[in-house]
Structure formats: C-alpha cells, structure tokens
C-alpha cells in the first residue's frame, strides 16, 4: 500500500471507541506494533453508549464511507449495561440504513477488550478493505440518496424512535409497568415498523422543505403507493409538521413547515 | 454540602489554541514527519502557537506548555502524543499550573493510533497525523471551561449484614475511628457461622473461634449495633446517603451515612427432590449435619456417605460453591477422629433423626468388607494397623464426588490426612449420578464404581448432601434500593473481577463475603476488612471530587417522562420538584446513556456534546476545519 498516489480514492472511515476497552485495545496494538491501514480516525468516547443514531447518521451524511463503533464485550461494560443499549442502537441505525439506501455494512459495531490489540487490528484491516470493495459514499453526489440519508437521520431523532431504542432494553430485560417482560423478536418488530414510518414521514418532510408537493409527486419519489403517502400526511398535519399549499386545480401540495412540531 | 473549585475561565474568550507535537524520541519521529505536522498545525484556525518537542512529557516539554499558555495567552492546549488513557492527568496537572482550566485540554493520539501502527508509511502516517490534529483543534474550539464539584463525606459507615465479613468490615471501619451503623435481621450476631460445629484445619469450635469477633464488635464504642433489623430504605449517593433503618415490626428510623458495605451472606440450597432429601429420614445437608455435630445428638452409626456437588455445577446452580469439598473433607474427619465424642444423647432429646433405622445386617457386611480390604494390603500387619486407625474400625465414611476441590496449602494437606484416615473418596461422573433409596428399613446407596465399569450398592446409615451456598432470596430487594447489580446467580455482583472485587461499580457501595459468591471464613474476613478500608478512603479524606463528566439537562427541552431514570445503571439522575430531570453529579459516571437515550435530546454530556463529536468526527472528512 506504500505505492498509493495521492489522488487515488482512500476510504474514510470514522471509529467511535469506548475508552475503556476498545480505545485501550488500540492504544494496545499500537503497543505491540499490530499494523493496520491508515484510513480509520479514531474519536473517544467515555462509552459506546454515548453514540445516538444521529452521530452515526449525521456522520455519513457528511460523507463518511465507513463508522466503526467499538464497545466492551457483552457483560463486560464499565457502565455495567451501556454495551446492550448500544447494541440495540445500532440495529435501529443499520435497519434506518437499509430505508436510506446507503449501504447497512458501512456502519460496523465490534466488541474489542483492552487486552484486544491484534484483534483490533484485525478488525480494522478487514474492515477497511471491506469499505474499500463498496467503493466511495455517493451520499455526496447522488442528491435522493443524501435526502433519504437526511430523513434516516431526521427518523433517528423523533420521540418515538429515541423513545423506543432507549426502552427497548429495559421492556425485554424488567420488564413493562405491568411487569410484563417483552418478548425480543415482537418488540423488533414493532420497532422494525415504527422505523420504516418515521423514516418515510421524514422522508415527506425532507421533500416538502424546499418545495411542496402532491401526494402523487410525492408517492412517484419515494416509490410508495398514494394512500400510503396520503396517511403519513395526515398524521403529520396533525402533528404541525406539514402544511397544504394552495390547492392549484384539484391537486394540494404540502409544504413542510420550518419550525413545527405539537404545540 | 457541595462547593466548587475556585478556578474561573471565560468560556466567551475566542479560542486561542496552542499545539505540541511531540516527538517521543523516535518513537513518533521515526515513522511522522514531525516537523511538517508542526507546521501544519499552524495554518489550522485559531491556533496562535504551535511546536515540536522531542519529549513534551518531559520537565522541558511541560515547560515549554507552561510558558506558552503565559506568553500566547493560551486557552485551549492540544498535545499530540501518546494515549490519553495515561498522560491525560500529566498535561491536564500542568495545564492548571499554569492557570488553565483542565478541561480545555485536548489529548490526540499520534503514537499508539498512528506512528506505532503505521510504521513503513511515514507519508499516510504524517498525513493521518495532521488529520488527528485538525480533528483536535475542531474539538477544542468548542471546549468549554468545567467546574468540579466537590462533595462531602460523612464520615458514617454502614454496613448491611452481621456475619463474620460485616463484623470484620464494621470493625475494621470502627477501629480506624468512624462511627459505623451494623444492621442484622436477626437477633444474634455471627451469620452462618454461628450453625457450624468447628472450622476446618482448626479443631476450635465455630462459636468459640468467632466469640472474640462478636464481642470486639458488641462492645465497641464506634458500632451502632441494629439487632433484628433490616434497611428499609437508601437515598442519596456517595457520601450522602440517608438510609432507614427499621426494627422487626417497628418505626423506621433515618441515619445519615457516607458509605455502605452490603455483607448479607448466602443461604444453604434446599436439595428438595434429590438424593432422598425430605423423603428419608437419614438424609441431610452438610450444615443440618454440622448442627446435628454440634449439639452432639448424632446417632450411633456405622456407615456415612457424603454426596458432594448436589444442585450445583449445573445440576441446579451452574457454579462451584467452592467450599463443600474442605467442609465434607472437614466432617469425614471429625467422624472418624471424633466419633465417640459427637455421638450423641439423641434417646434423651429426640432430633430430626429420631426416626432413624436401626442398623442391623449392615455390621457385619460392613466389617466383612474391612477385613478383605485390609488383607489386600500386608498379611500381618493388619492387627497393627487395626490398633492404629482405632476409631474408623467403628464407622465408614465415604465421599462421593465429582472432583475433589481443596485447593491450597491447608485444604490439600486435610485432604491427605482425611485419605490416610482411610476415608474413601469415589468419583462419580454426571452421567451416574450416585441413588439413595431405603430397602428393609436399611438406606442404602447405589453408585457406579467407574474403575470397575460396575454399579455397586453399599448400606449407609446417614446421607450427608454437600449443597451449594445460594444468594439470599431478598438479595433482589437490596440491589434495587441500593442500585447495585446481580449476577446471573442471585450473588451481588462487582465492580471488575479481578481489580476491584470489593467494590460495587457505583462509588461509595462496597461488598463483602459470601453475598458476591460462595467463600469461606478466613476469605470472609479478608473481604470484609479489603471493603471496609475501601469504604474508609473516601470518609478519610473527607470528600470525593466528582469529574466534570456528567449529563446535563436542559429543562427547556425535558419533559419528565423518566426514560433517562430507567436506564442510568448509577441512580444519578432523578426527578427535581418540578418534575424535570436532575443529575446528581457525584453518582454521575459520564457514560452518555441517558444523553443518547433522552427522546427529546435534552440531555447533553460535559465535553462530550454532540457538537463536539460530531465537529471532531466531520473534521476528518474535509481539508479543512
């Protein structure tokens, strides 16, 4: 790799690492001399916890072409439970990927302990050839795709979804207020669902900003029947969210409003 | 109660960074072009000074750092070297020397994450270093200056649980002159022990060897002793804990404290369903047996079988209590040592085992089977070697386990004396587990001799069941009130295994014996005395200085719907009068949880912003800051 010109394409890839085990795993690989490539650049964090899907999101709408999130193994956490609701997280950012159309595997999640220094390494070699074979982020240059990366990331920060991934621990582990534990794979589901919605009601909003629309032109966008669109609309002006343009002839179009939200 | 340190910063000053790029010799300059990375940092926005030392944790580099932020009236410092994770407090410690707040320090790591892991690159290498910086100075730029908080300790311990490790951590804390409240749900001090007849390797009874203990403890003038009591209720945190205290079927009564050792001891598991247990009447556990030794009512017998390992190593509980194999080894010897001395007055006082069947074609099988085994040995000698072992003529013992644990100096020599006292070990795999049964009023054992490939049956008089130490069914309860975790077990569970056994993960919480886990006497002792002077550091000094790393809430943003509450694994946040959340700064660890987790992003972490983050993150994407 000595050979790279300058002007030929580098993956950028962004590690998130808990200071207590995966940032230790580092500084211990460089301590045994573990060699990776250059490309990966390292933030620290207290805990893998701290990283809410909008760091993530935000990140890739900057044009990153790869986050590495680094944590404690399982059990192993120095805030006891900070790893679980990090895990949780970071299967609402890689489902909110998926609606984007960026790429889920850009976004990688490792347990790497401090005494971890060559698996770290490992794991940051492969994981940067992998970004590499996906080629750059188009977040930058493809315009739909930057829009929809921004309503993943507009998703990851309404009530529901914060609300959701942040309780979604407790609900399978304590249990409701009725004490009634969840069940895991029926409560992904309903996150799974609440996801794909709030993706698609920010979505809506994401168009609207810069200029209204129809249902149909909106519909035609997103590749999503009318009805369905038309029902998003509804929850959004009752919300404050969305205002109707104007109706020119017989078809509305709504506007997203700039500061909005239940008053 | 909380004062803040005196040191001021106006967080409105324009940035005025100062970078040092260190060379560490050649640790660094030997794979980074050191001087380039120097250089570059100067073109980097509001950087006003910026150098290269070849060691700058050396005295001429934090020199250096001392007189630039005089000279360059600095307000933010940037070092470039090695892993924060051990220099941070060094650059931080000179940074205040000279008059900068610590927390506009930024560590960047050129060494560990780039010239020790890059070395044939020196060009991507230097390159990812000047990337490292730029990401820094985007970081520092939007430090703001921190206040530590510093709170008092009242110099009050409590400890939960009057066993022999809360005894010894109550008066280890006692002597070094703290008061110390001691509760203990019953009316007696000295927990399981108090059951047992005598401790192994010494041949003292249990009450006798721990009386000094109970009385050191009774009579203390630092002890606060709450007999027949438990703790009702805990709030606060390091330092500041109110907790009630409350009589059986009395008023709860409010102490204040400023630190807690949880020593509630552990139960024996009830081998309900195995081995006979409540179903014949010679079955017993070890402690039932113990009890039986103490008060002297054993019956005559003539033959005892140990099963070892019942309902644990996953046969209930998945663990090793660790303890039975020395206690069974202990017992077998006492039976054979002391068998005349133990038998009992049972005619006179009836016990459990006034049912007991009388042994009555078990003699002489039993003694038939003695002499084969002794004229296995040397014809002859059997008469004088019948003289010498004396009482195990009289009564067999066997053990049957799994694995004989005794591990260490002590255990592995009883367990020697025990096999040259003729007590028969027999392994026994899972797969044959060993049966009790009764058969013409005779209990009887049946095992699978794993040599001979064969399944024998022998006649017991008494089963000794060797069970598991398990937690204290209302361990639950006290986890909770006092935020502190359990294992998968049931059994408290520590801060770091091996570096912190004693230590709860929140601070001012400390644990001690067998409540984290099975453990004997003298290990007890040494967890008691290790978590009453953990529990002493903090009341010595008399306050705990909390790092300014913690949530902040804005109460514009927050609603009071208590998610950040329910997942904070410290109890450091709550709800304030008015309903918002709070973050109570000396319990906070900094985490970033309840940041992440709040649905209206009203919690935000010191240092730690997303602002800040993101601004280091997005920093490495762009030539530019």
């Known amino acids: ?263 | 109660m909380i004062h803040m340190t005196d040191k001021k910063a106006n967080e409105n000053d324009k940035p005025r960074i100062g970078v040092f790029v260190c060379s560490c010799g050649s640790n660094i300059g030997g794979f980074v072009d050191v001087p380039s990375v120097a250089d570059y940092a100067k073109t980097l926005p509001d950087v006003v000074y910026a150098t290269q030392n070849m060691y700058t944790c050396a005295e001429d580099g934090l020199s250096n750092i001392r007189e630039a932020i005089r000279k360059h009236n600095l307000n933010r410092v940037i070092v470039a070297s090695c892993t924060p994770r051990t220099h941070a407090p060094l650059f931080q410690a000179t940074c205040e020397g000279a008059g900068l707040n610590k927390y506009l320090f930024t560590f960047v790591n050129i060494r560990e994450h780039c010239s020790w892991v890059h070395m044939k690159e020196k060009d991507l290498a230097s390159k990812k270093a000047k990337d490292l910086i730029r990401m820094g100075v985007a970081r520092a730029r939007l430090l703001i200056p921190q206040e530590e908080a510093k709170v008092e300790v009242e110099p009050v311990g409590l400890v939960i649980g009057g066993g022999v490790s809360g005894m010894s951590a109550a008066a280890s804390m006692a002597d070094m002159g703290f008061q110390v409240h001691l509760v203990e749900k019953d009316g007696e001090l000295g927990g399981f022990v108090r059951l047992l007849n005598n401790l192994y390797v010494t041949e003292k009874g249990a009450a006798e060897t721990i009386a000094p203990l109970i009385a050191k403890v009774k009579g203390h003038k630092n002890i606060v002793l709450h007999l027949n009591s438990t703790v009702k209720s805990v709030e606060g945190f390091i330092g500041n804990y109110t907790v009630g205290i409350a009589p059986k079927g009395g008023e709860e009564k409010k102490s204040k404290v400023g630190t807690i050792v949880v020593a509630t001891g552990a139960l024996e598991f009830v081998p309900e369903g195995l081995y006979g247990y409540n179903q014949y009447p010679n079955v017993v556990t070890l402690t039932e047996f113990e009890i039986l030794c103490k008060r002297k009512t054993l019956p005559k017998l003539k033959s005892v079988a140990f099963v070892q390992c019942v309902g644990s190593r996953g046969q209930k509980m998945s663990y090793c209590s660790r303890i039975c194999c020395n206690v069974a080894i202990k017992n077998a010897i006492n039976i054979v040592d002391n068998y005349e001395g133990m038998l009992g007055v049972m005619e006179k006082e009836g016990t459990l085992i006034d049912k007991i069947p009388r042994q009555k074609k078990a003699t002489d099988e039993i003694l038939e089977r003695r002499r084969r085994r002794r004229g296995r040995g040397s014809e002859g000698e059997g008469d004088a070697e019948e003289v010498k072992l004396g009482p195990s003529d009289k009564i067999e013992v066997t053990v049957f386990n799994r694995d004989v644990m005794s591990y260490g100096v002590e255990h592995e020599l009883t367990y020697n004396k025990a096999r040259e006292k003729r007590v028969k070990f027999v392994r026994y795999t899972v797969d044959h587990l060993p049966k009790v049964f009764m058969e013409d009023n005779q209990l009887k054992i049946t095992y699978f001799h794993e040599t001979l490939k064969l399944e024998r049956t022998m006649p017991v008089d008494m089963v000794v069941l060797s069970t598991p130490l398990v937690a204290q069914p209302d361990a639950g309860d006290l986890s909770k009130m006092l935020k502190v975790p359990l294992g998968q077990e049931g059994f408290f569970l520590e801060a770091h295994v091996k570096l912190r056994p004693v230590d709860f993960a929140t601070d001012g919480i400390y644990v001690a014996g067998t409540c984290k886990g099975p453990a004997d006497i003298s290990e007890s002792v040494i967890q008691g005395s290790a978590a009453a002077s953990r529990a002493a550091i903090p009341m010595a000094k008399g306050y705990v200085q909390a790092e300014a790393l913690s949530s902040v809430v804005d109460e514009t943003k927050c609603t009071g719907c208590g998610t950040c509450i329910e997942v904070c694994p410290y109890g450091a946040l709550r709800k304030n009068e008015k309903g918002f959340a709070e973050v109570i700064i000396a319990a906070c660890k900094g985490c970033g949880c309840c940041g992440a987790t709040c649905p209206e992003g009203a919690i935000s972490m010191t240092n730690y912003t997303d602002a800040q983050l993101l601004a280091e993150a997005k920093a490495s994407l762009d030539e530019e800051v």
Not at chain 1, 40 to 59: K, Y
Not at chain 1, 68 to 85: A, F, K, P, S, V
Not at chain 1, 184 to 208: C, G, Y
């Open chain 1, 1 to 263: 790799m000595a050979d790279k010109t300058s002007g030929e394409w580098e993956p950028k890839v962004i590690g998130f690492l808990c200071n207590w085990c995966s940032y230790a795993g580092a500084d211990l690989c460089g301590v045994s001399r573990y060699q990776y490539p250059t490309n990966i650049r390292a933030v620290r964090v207290m805990c893998s916890t701290r990283i809410s899907p909008h760091l993530v999101l935000d990140i890739f709408k900057a044009g990153a072409d790869g986050v590495l999130l680094g944590g404690c193994h399982i059990g192993d956490c120095h805030y006891i439970t900070g790893n679980y609701y990090t895990e949780k997280r970071v299967r609402l950012m890689k489902r909110l990927l998926e609606e984007s159309g960026l790429e889920a595997d850009r976004l990688r999640l490792e347990w790497v302990s401090a005494s971890e220094g060559e698996k770290f390494s490992k794991i940051v070699t492969e994981f940067t050839e992998h970004v590499r074979k996906l080629g750059p982020s188009k977040v930058k240059k493809d315009e739909s795709l930057m829009a929809r990366v921004a309503a993943a990331d507009d998703a990851s920060e309404t009530f529901r979804l914060r609300a959701l991934s942040g309780k979604e621990f407790g609900l399978v582990t304590k249990g409701n207020v009725y004490n009634n534990k969840l069940d895991p794979a029926e409560l992904d589901k309903i996150i799974d669902s609440a996801t794909e919605e709030e993706f698609e009601r920010s979505l809506i909003l994401e168009l609207s900003r810069t200029k209204p629309r129809s249902v149909k032109e909106l519909g035609g966008i997103m590749e999503l029947p009318t009805d369905k669109v038309l029902r998003h609309i509804v929850v959004l002006r009752q919300k404050n969210m969305i205002t109707m343009e104007h109706p020119e002839g017989f078809t509305p179009t709504y506007k997203t409003i700039e500061i909005g939200g239940e008053q």
